[in-house]
């Protein structure tokens, strides 16, 4: 028994633990006890003993006494003794031990210690991990010592320490202790730590300890100033903690709390009352609150209707129907009145720009809208859970058929983080979701990965169809900043004279609060060489006059200046004027001196709004040597920095044993063990609810749902419902289809040619920005996950798979089924109750849709049960995915704390803004921070910020922002950066660019910017080759096309033009790489796409401008696209954009457009375009030149053009250049490959080879003689025939092709050629025809190779052509399984048999129509009849008058319609002639199956009937008459008889068939047994013979290869023979790998024997392979021959194995020896005489006197050879038969069953231990130690 399985103490407990000196309570368990007995009541439990407990030792010793008593009189004693040291052990004597966990919840904490592993044994070492005694609760002096721990170490060691859960559990603790506890929890709430600090305030507010604070208030009565003090901090840090739990804890004792306030307005607590009333007031509206119900009110428009502290993060109803929400504008210039307004408009706007897409969704919906514009998904279904590292997700399933042309590569919808709002009742109840993983292919098909939220108990039902509407808007990364907000009090943001109220005053900005007056640091970063030694040492407050000194430009270096003394530095940046460069200074100035701002605080954090931008800066501050980084992410793509992701660099620590806390893996551990134990049972529940909506239920598994007297009466599911093995369906119905489910997605764009170039997306590119990824395993989650499921799918028997009774149907028939099912269980037509339990009372009278509509009621009913499970399990598994997370965030706060730089995106600082709380970054540096939304930044500002550093530029791309009015009206696209520099806080802007050529630069001054001058380097830039100018403007106007998107555009025209002006670029000679496509719009970018072939693009950047932010490359080509009727220009009448979009070229812009168009709409691109048209670079065409033919220029109109005029890049004029060949250059004008030296002559060889043949290759290939195709005689050496050859082959290495006869090793005469008559001749198959006559009486249709000569013959393909039982002939292949494949015959009164006659026949279940006036059978239509025919003559009339001559008991129907009278010679013609009897006066009988319906005299035909029944034959009784044998199935006279037959028919099938329970149970045993033989011989043959072997074996007794009995018996007996050749040949392997010492055989060469031995087995391996994947079955003469050649290869290994270990002996064999040896070899190789019995007894002769005339005996090599072979088998088990042939008994050496030796057939093994007949055992053999068991049949004499 084992300790660990028990719940002791699980449940009510009574009593309390009264600490380590002793122990006495009651305690009652609900679960079981000690080794699974139930222990309704009572028990005593005592323990005593003493402890001690050192924790500056990490040690813990206890030792005890323990006594258990239960009722009944059981009992247990015994002494535990443990101790951990470092670690746990424990040694258990004379009982129970068992170390073991403390309980994981609280009431198990309370309850009492739970086992661990252990057992009942006197000396039994287990494996607990904890001691079982109680531990001391801890006191003052530990408790002060850890109040020195951050809050979050603290918190985590409050949750795991045993000695706190033991204070926790007392009533009446020490005053000193109860106070320092309850000020370190208030320390610890404090922090950000969720889920372990709800853990930890759920237990303190349930333990004992939390309700005796009342009682001890009572009680108290402080009267000293000591005392008193004491007593305020006790009371101030409880109340702190009484707040904290109202807010983060779904439900709180308010009794206590309510007791606890009380107790507070007691005389005594008079002076602690002026401390603390306001929080006492405070906590009492908490919990006023928290016990009413929130009602949302909207008072006024001018001042905020509530408090946006008090306001969910997630959408409420009232926020998705109010139309008018609360907002207020974006003071952009002016001040702040105070921090909560400022905190207030931030935070509503932000929540805004994600609700408001829902609220217009929602609305929509309502109204019934279709817009593509509107984010709306209908048909959504809840699919099964899958676990992740991050908590429960689910996949969903949306409708498709609506969105076909969305191009989910480029849209924006649906990306990772993105919210979801479904509902299924009109938006009256609202689910939220956000989007966890998507990709296109999966969209394509409507499927989804969420995450639903947990922050409320939501109930998710499967069976539910939603409707869903999204909010593109990133809310993932809002909520965070939302929740920042909600909590930023006024001590807690940084910088608020600037940020609040900014324009105040023009003063300049204060230094960093960490330098001195008198700091000093090393600029040398930024000086001149010969100047290094003066910038070592600099004061930093004052150091103007270095300017000169330094390598920086007058702006740059005012930058520098004004970022390191001040502590809140802007840096305006226009493009190209080294933004990044200044910051990496800025950086390394700082890294250089962190001696002097990193004393106490911490690192410097780096933020940017792309990865890509992180990861340049990063890779910066690489480059001068600061290897101290940490990259917070793992979405980097840049080798060099992320080798210091966050994930690498943990996993470094861990191999370099770096110092982390103890508890943080322990609880790793212990968390992950509870979310695996979770995980298991989620993915089972999962499984269930998958498998009930694809296949059918068993009845066991409907148990739950469905009455007990209806599963007992439920045999099988599926015949129930219509679709099992007894259903059929008339094939000529045609197959239904749903065309709604095959609809295919039309992808408008996407090109699936490996010619197209790659390309990103743009949902691609947003995705990748959004995505955090701090867990890198997050997708493996997800696969793993899915595996765990595909596993318990096998394990689970729940459902009635198709394969168990699809067997025997056809294709067609199996497909149709198929879709049936499938069609039935996706309807979700169901019964209501009512009309369910009137179903439930006679489910055998429903029709075919009632029982499926039931069965739908059952599974749904059954789904719910499950979801259920899965709810209450998520609940769990969720919180410990917190715990997980936080616990993560602790490891990572270790590792960043010692670093000196820290990077992330600003979206992942938003998300781990508790984590950067306690890393306390002391200097913030934020790169594009004109791009980011101010809420983003501001959340990420912690206290300890001393030095905040923006870097970025406003007049380039704006912050995003979803909902364009906020932007517009509200003014939320404005960023921190933009505002303060509007509101006149200090600011530095770059004014030298040293990117843009002049001309380009001048498109942005004066026109955007002010002052930007030119460095001199760019002046120097070179004009583009074959183009007029490095700057044009090509203005159009074709119309643009709209997508179905609707919210993205594209320009046909423009894209050709792009592409086409790219290809003439980069045929000018420039490097692809130098080349950039931007593109306004997405949609554009995947029409340029199309466009784009690897053959000449590839390499060539394409994007859009937004994504090209902060970019740049030689030459970019632009494509505007707007241009429409309406004149609208969209985004493009923005300065930001079109600041980014001209200036991303160093030396040419190419800009196409409709420019007429955008100067009506933008005065920005009026004044553009004016200086553009100044200078002559405005055109409808495009000037172009030939760099070759300079006076050779032509203006481009149109994307044709440029093929036509510049075919190849230069002018039309053919090249006329002499190749080294001789021939001219056939290409146009052409500037690539000017030297020709990649060009490839495609003019005809003019070379001849030296037999004057022409080459026939082209100029530009090789030739020469060795390459000339040219056909000749040539004359073959040594047989001289002629032979074509080509010219260049050599005829001394040819193989001659003339066919000549050669004599085969069989005696046959065959055509082979000519240079096979000189290899080995038996490898040549032999066509003879066979002659031999089969014991079918067919001869052989094989020929002499086939039959291996007349040993091994084929199948025979004549057809069988028996009678059968049924009546029917058989069709199958002589020597086949007798299967009739006939249609069944079987046909009553109710209906027909419609199957084929081989199937299982199902008997009819309507009652017998036998009846007449005289008497009536009672049984069912196919049991026997209860009544015997009526002898009583039928009493109707003939049309011609006469009475019938038929029978009462027969219907009128059936009676002959023939008169006695009137048709005498008709009537009596069979029994007078035919059966030769003499007529009576009884009636007569018609034979309706019969053809010729013959009449027959009643009494004789009753008396055949008769007769025929008595013998009991399986057949159908038939027609007398011998020219007819008509078995007799519908005449209703013999009924009874007939029945019977067909009854002992559908046995006799059934036995032929095979039962499908015996074929599978047969077939399963011979798996396992083959399995265990292999597993015994372990590593005896290469693990990949196994695995092949096993597969092959697998296969061929799958359910559909194995289709009857005699197929699976020659399926076995192939198997057996297999294992046997592959041990021969495992055999014949070792002896011919042994050193010859002398060949002693003569004219037998032992290598000879081992080649034939070898193609011997091969060839008869591979016929049996051939005839285990084969449907055929062996016939009974094949598997007779199939025996004869396993064993007669079994000789030709021994044989050849015994003279090879004689020449490894070094031993002479005797001529007469020789001779026998010759005479065995050729009787075991003859083809014509097959090794029959008769000829292994000759055989076995010829051995005898072989072993008279040598000694074949094993030698001590030969012994220790087997031996090695056979290697860790043990002493003992060898053994020898009476005749001394020696075998081994493997695994235990114990004879537990008879066998045969191979050598003589004598009895070997035995029964029960005893060995039979005189087998002894082989003591030669022993000494080696070997491994498995061998037959090998050596002669010991």
């Known amino acids: 028994m084992n300790l660990g399985s028990s719940n002791f103490g699980r449940g009510e407990t009574r009593g309390r633990r009264a600490g380590r000196d002793g122990l006495r309570g009651r305690a009652q368990s609900s679960e079981g006890g000690y080794g699974g007995n139930r222990q309704e009541s009572g028990g005593s439990f005592l323990n005593t003993g003493r402890g001690t407990f050192s924790e500056e030792q990490n040690s813990y010793h206890v030792r005890g006494r323990g006594r258990w008593r239960g009722e009944g009189g059981q009992g247990w004693r015994g002494e535990e003794r443990g101790g951990r040291r470092g670690g746990e052990r424990g040694v258990g004597r004379g009982g129970v031990r068992g170390g073991g966990r403390w309980g994981e919840t609280p009431e198990e904490r309370r309850g009492g210690k739970r086992g661990g592993r252990g057992g009942w044994s006197g000396d039994r070492r287990g494996g607990g991990s904890r001691d079982e005694e109680e531990a001391k609760p801890v006191g003052e002096k530990l408790l002060k010592e850890k109040m020195n721990l951050i809050p979050s170490d603290l918190l985590c060691w409050l949750r795991s320490d045993r000695g706190v859960e033991a204070l926790f559990a007392q009533s009446d603790p020490n005053e000193k202790g109860r106070r320092m506890l309850v000020l370190a929890i208030d320390k610890v709430v404090r922090g950000p730590s969720e889920a372990i600090l709800c853990d930890v305030l759920e237990r303190f507010q349930q333990s004992t300890f939390f309700a005796s604070i009342p009682t001890f208030l009572l009680t108290a009565n402080p009267t000293s100033v000591g005392e008193q003090n004491n007593m305020s901090e006790f009371v101030v840090a409880l109340l702190h903690i009484l707040q904290i739990s109202v807010q983060y804890l779904p439900t709180i004792p308010f009794k206590t709390f309510e007791a606890i306030l009380t107790c507070l307005g007691l005389p005594q607590y008079v002076v602690v009352r002026r401390i603390v009333e306001p929080s ?278 005012d930058a520098v200046r004004h970022a390191l003394t001040s502590e809140l530095s802007i840096i305006q940046g226009p493009p190209g004027t080294g933004k990044t460069f200044i910051g990496l200074k800025i950086a390394e100035i700082l890294l250089a001196n962190h001696k002097v701002w990193n004393t106490r605080v911490g690192p410097i954090l780096v933020m940017c709004y792309t990865n890509h931008a992180l990861d340049q800066f990063l890779e910066g501050i690489l480059d001068f040597n600061e290897k101290s980084i940490l990259r917070i992410g793992s979405m980097s793509k840049n080798e060099n920095v992320s080798q210091y992701s966050l994930s690498n660099v943990k996993q470094q620590w861990q191999r370099e044993h770096r110092n982390m806390p103890n508890y943080i893996y322990r609880d790793l551990k212990e968390v992950k ?146 879709d049936m099912i499938s069609k039935q269980l996706n309807n979700s037509t169901c019964v209501n109750m009512e009309r369910r339990a009137a179903m439930e009372r006679d489910i055998s009278s429903l029709n075919f849709d009632e029982c499926w509509k039931l069965y739908r009621t059952w599974r749904n009913e059954y789904t719910q049960l499950w979801w259920r499970k899965i709810q209450s399990l998520s609940i769990e598994y969720n919180k410990y995915s917190k715990m997980r997370q936080e616990l993560r965030n602790k490891e990572s706060i270790h590792v960043m704390n010692n670093v000196k730089v820290i990077g992330m995106t600003t979206t992942g600082a938003s998300r781990l803004h508790s984590v950067i709380t306690e890393v306390n970054p002391s200097i913030v540096i934020i790169e594009e921070a004109a791009e980011v939304l101010e809420a983003h930044i501001v959340a990420n500002l912690t206290t300890s910020c001393q030095h905040l550093i923006l870097i970025g530029d406003h007049k380039q791309l704006k912050p995003s922002v979803t909902v364009y009015d906020l932007s517009r009206k509200y003014k939320l696209n404005v960023s921190l950066f933009e505002r303060l520099i509007n509101n006149g806080v200090k600011h530095k802007q770059l004014n030298l660019q040293h990117r843009m050529l002049p001309a380009i630069s001048k498109l942005l001054v004066p026109h955007i910017y002010e002052d930007l001058k030119d460095h001199p380097d760019v002046e120097s830039y070179p004009k583009i080759k074959g183009i007029g100018s490095n700057m044009f403007f090509i203005s159009h106007a074709n119309d643009e096309n709209t997508l179905h998107d609707g919210k993205t555009k594209q320009n046909d025209y423009e894209a050709k033009y792009v592409v086409a002006l790219c290809t003439h670029l980069i045929k000018q000679g420039y490097d692809k790489t130098k080349i950039t496509i931007l593109t306004t719009y997405s949609g554009q970018q995947l029409a340029i796409r199309k466009r784009m072939f690897k053959t000449m693009s590839e390499g060539v950047a394409l994007s859009t401008v937004d994504n090209f932010q902060g970019e740049e490359n030689d030459i970019i080509l632009l494509s505007l696209v707007r241009s429409n009727q309406e004149e609208a220009i969209g985004f493009l009448s923005t300065e930001n954009r079109v600041c980014v979009a001209l200036s991303r070229a160093r030396h040419a812009l190419y800009c196409i457009g409709n420019f007429t168009q955008l100067c009506s709409k933008s005065e920005t691109w009026e004044k553009i375009i004016g200086y553009v048209h100044q200078n002559n670079m405005l055109g409808n065409n495009l000037p172009l030149y030939c760099q070759l033919h300079t006076e050779y220029k032509e203006d481009v109109s149109g994307p044709e053009d440029f093929v036509e005029k510049f075919p190849e890049g230069g002018c039309t004029r053919l090249c006329d250049a002499r190749l080294d060949c001789g021939h001219t250059c056939q290409m146009k004008c052409h500037v690539l490959d000017d030297e020709h030296k990649v060009y490839k002559c495609q003019k005809p060889c003019q070379r001849m080879c030296s037999k004057e043949h022409k080459c026939r290759k082209k100029c530009f290939e090789k030739c020469g003689d060795g390459s000339c195709g040219h056909s000749v005689d040539k004359i073959i050496p040594g047989c001289e025939h002629i032979q074509k050859m080509k010219c260049r082959e050599d005829e001394n290495w040819a193989l001659c092709q003339t066919p000549v006869s050669a004599d085969l090793p069989c005696g046959h005469k065959e055509l082979v050629k000519c240079h096979q008559q000189f290899s080995d001749l038996k490898e040549i198959r032999c066509k003879e025809k066979c002659k031999v006559e089969l014991e079918c009486g067919h001869m052989c249709s094989g020929d002499c190779y086939g039959c291996s000569g007349t040993r091994l013959h084929k199948v025979c393909p004549k057809k069988c052509e028996k009678l059968l039982v049924c009546g029917h002939t058989c069709k199958q292949k002589c020597g086949q399984q007798c299967i009739c494949t006939a249609r069944c015959e079987t046909k009553c009164k109710h209906n027909k048999c419609k199957k084929n006659c081989s199937e299982p026949c199902a008997p009819c279940k309507e009652p017998c129509t036998r009846i007449c006036k005289h008497q009536t059978c009672s049984n069912l239509c196919s049991e026997p009849c209860s009544i015997q025919p009526c002898t009583r003559p039928c009493k109707e009339t003939l049309p011609c008058g006469h009475n019938c001559i038929g029978l009462c008991g027969d219907h009128h129907k059936e009676c002959p319609k023939k008169c006695r009278i009137c048709d005498k010679e008709e009537v009596e013609e069979v029994t007078r002639k035919v059966l030769f009897l003499d007529i009576d006066e009884s009636g007569f009988v018609e034979l309706v199956d019969c053809r010729q319906r013959h009449i027959i005299q009643a009494s004789t035909m009753d008396e055949i009937v008769d007769n025929e029944e008595k013998k009991e034959n399986v057949q159908l009784i038939s027609c007398p008459v011998l020219s007819c044998r008509t078995p007799i199935r519908r005449t209703m006279r013999y009924h009874s008889v007939i029945n019977k037959c067909l009854t002992s028919i559908e046995l006799a099938k059934s036995k032929m068939r095979g039962e499908e329970k015996h074929l599978t149970e047969k077939t399963k045993t011979i798996e396992k047994k083959v399995t265990l033989k292999f597993n015994c011989a372990r590593d005896k043959y290469p693990k990949n013979d196994k695995d092949t072997f096993l597969k092959t074996v697998g296969q061929a007794l799958a359910k559909k290869n194995v289709s009857n009995v005699q197929n699976l018996y020659s399926k076995e007996h192939c198997i057996e023979h297999l294992m046997t050749i592959c041990k021969n040949e495992l055999m014949a392997t070792i002896f011919a790998g042994m050193k010859i010492l002398k060949v002693v055989t003569g004219d037998f060469k032992t290598d000879a024997m081992f080649k034939e031995l070898k193609q011997e087995s091969s060839k008869l391996k591979t016929f049996i392979l051939e005839t285990l994947t084969s449907k055929e079955s062996l016939t009974r003469q094949q598997m007779k021959e199939l025996t004869n050649e396993v064993t007669r290869v079994g000789h030709l290994t021994q044989l050849a194995c015994k003279v090879r270990s004689k020449e490894a002996k070094n031993l002479s064999i005797k001529k007469e020896a020789s001779k026998l040896i010759g005479k065995m070899w050729e009787m075991l190789t003859d083809l014509f005489c097959p090794f029959t019995v008769a000829e292994e007894n000759k055989y076995r002769n010829l051995k005898t006197k072989l072993g008279q005339v040598l000694d074949l005996g094993l030698s001590e090599v030969e012994r220790r050879q087997i031996l090695h072979a056979m290697k860790d088998l043990h002493q003992g088990n060898w053994f020898k038969c009476s005749n001394g042939h020696v075998y081994a008994i493997g695994e235990c050496a114990e004879a537990l069953e008879t066998s045969k030796c191979p050598e003589c057939k004598e009895s070997v093994g035995g029964v029960n231990r005893r060995h039979v007949g005189t087998s002894s055992q082989a003591l030669e053999m022993d000494g080696d130690v070997t491994q498995q068991a061998a037959w090998w049949g050596l002669n010991e004499d």
């Open 280 to 557: 006492v007031s405070e906590l009492k509206e908490m919990i006023a609150k928290k016990k009413a119900v929130p009602i949302v009110e909207h008072n006024s428009q001018t001042s905020p209707p509530e408090d946006f502290h008090d306001i969910s993060i997630f959408p409420t109803i009232y926020d998705l129907n109010n139309q008018e929400p609360f907002l207020r504008k974006n003071i952009t210039k002016g001040r702040y009145p105070d921090l909560e307004t400022y905190l207030d408009i931030n935070f509503r706007l932000l929540r805004e720009d994600i609700i408001k897409p829902l609220r217009d969704g929602i609305t929509a919906c309502k109204k019934g809208s279709n817009s593509h514009d509107l984010q709306i998904y209908e048909n959504v279904q809840i699919q099964t859970p899958e676990c992740t590292n991050q908590g429960i997700s689910h996949q969903i399933q949306f409708d498709v058929r609506k969105l076909k042309k969305i191009q989910w590569e480029n849209c924006k919808r649906l990306i990772h983080g993105s919210l979801l709002c479904l509902s299924s009742d009109n938006f009256k109840t609202l689910l939220f979701a956000t989007v966890a993983e998507s990709e296109p292919k999966q969209l394509r098909k409507g499927l989804l990965t969420v995450f639903f939220n947990t922050e409320k108990d939501v109930q998710l039902n499967g069976m539910t169809k939603y409707v869903m509407v999204e909010s593109p808007s990133f809310f993932e990364a809002h909520r965070y900043v939302l929740k920042v907000l909600q909590g930023i009090r006024q001590d807690d943001l940084p910088f608020q004279s600037y940020i609040l109220n900014s324009g105040t005053s023009a003063e300049d900005t204060k230094p960093p609060k960490y330098l001195k007056t008198r700091s000093v640091y090393d600029l040398s970063a930024i000086m001149k060489g010969h100047f290094m030694e003066r910038g070592k040492s600099v004061p930093v407050k004052d150091f103007r006059n270095m300017r000169d000194l330094t390598t920086l430009d007058d702006s740059q270096f």
């Open 673 to 818: 063990k509870k979310q695996e134990d979770l995980e298991k049972q989620i993915l089972e529940a999962s499984v269930r609810i998958q498998v009930a909506h694809e296949h059918i239920l068993k009845p066991s598994e409907l148990a739950s749902v469905c009455p007990q007297n209806i599963l007992s009466s439920l045999d099988d599911v599926s015949d129930w419902l219509g679709v099992g093995v007894w259903n059929y369906y008339d094939e000529t119905v045609q197959d239904e289809t749903d065309d709604e489910g095959n609809d295919q997605v039309e992808e408008e764009f996407t090109n699936s040619d490996d010619d197209v170039i790659n390309l990103q997306g743009e949902a691609y590119i947003e995705d990748e920005k959004r995505k955090l990824d701090i867990d890198p395993d997050a997708l493996d989650f997800l696969k793993a996950s899915q595996q765990k499921k595909n596993q318990i799918k096998k394990t689970l028997d729940i459902c009635e798979t198709e394969e168990q009774w699809q067997v025997s149907m056809s294709k067609k028939e199996k497909r149709r089924r198929n």
